[in-house]
């Protein structure tokens, strides 16, 4: 005979019920979006060179239109043979992050941040003898954010011993004249950490608090209709 009743489970109901579902969703900051950012750029420090100095980093940085958070993975190894009877177990073996990052900059008509990561490029390596620099000398670090509808930082994290690795050719074509020149440039780093409330306070403040006419594309129009009322 075939058995037609329900399973008997510790818990009875779903987890995922459709009104926790709306109800997890009734915050304006319920959800991140992703033009919600914010990029703070740390060059290295070397006294003895003149080439980073000039620039205004800060409007660099506000003009950093699209970037990646960085991923993370582990190596892992099966264990060996016959060494576990049964299904075989994996081992982590070691920490990996991703190799580069790629961040794009809306230029301005000079060309301004060009200039900044080629110069900051250009400490990695002798112009006329083309002998590689101090791995020191060359290394920065990126901070990262996620904001809030109200530009309050909600994620962060920094990372660590970063530089330019390469910086993508400029394309130039007779387009529209509402088309802007863009800056591609892929980083190298070794590591990236989270930043916490109490590192965030350590930095002196935000680029938003000065910059809160935020752009916000209209995400909302790819959502059911359901959800939307509730926004």
């Not at 900051?120 to 003898?129: A, G, M, P």
């Not at 109490?198 to 209209?218: A, H, M, P, Y």
């Not at 959502?223 to 939307?228: I, Q, S, T």
């Amino acid at each position: 005979k075939m058995t037609t009743g329900f399973g008997t489970f510790k818990d009875a109901l779903g987890f995922g019920v459709l009104n926790d579902f709306l109800a997890s969703l009734s915050d304006q900051n319920a959800y991140g979006r992703p033009n919600l950012f914010e990029v703070q750029i740390h060059p290295p420090t070397k006294p003895s060179s003149p080439a980073m100095g000039g620039h205004d980093i800060r409007s660099i940085s506000l003009r950093a239109e699209s970037f990646q958070l960085p991923g993370r993975s582990v190596q892992t190894q099966i264990s060996s043979a016959g060494a576990i009877l049964g299904p075989q177990r994996e081992y982590v073996t070691e920490v990996l992050f991703a190799e580069e990052i790629s961040m794009t900059f809306i230029s301005t008509a000079g060309l301004d941040e060009r200039k900044f990561f080629e110069q900051w490029q250009q400490l990695s390596f002798n112009k006329d003898t083309h002998a590689v620099g101090y791995y020191r000398d060359y290394v920065g670090t990126l901070d990262m954010y996620l904001l809030d509808r109200n530009n309050r930082k909600t994620f962060g994290i920094r990372l660590e011993e970063c530089f330019p690795k390469s910086i993508a050719p400029l394309e130039l074509s007779l387009g529209p004249s509402t088309e802007v020149t863009r800056t591609l440039v892929s980083w190298s780093f070794r590591k990236f950490e989270p930043l916490d409330a109490e590192s965030q306070q350590s930095l002196g403040g935000t680029i938003v608090d000065t910059f809160t006419n935020t752009v916000e594309r209209n995400l909302t129009r790819n959502l059911p209709a359901v959800v939307r009322k509730l926004l």
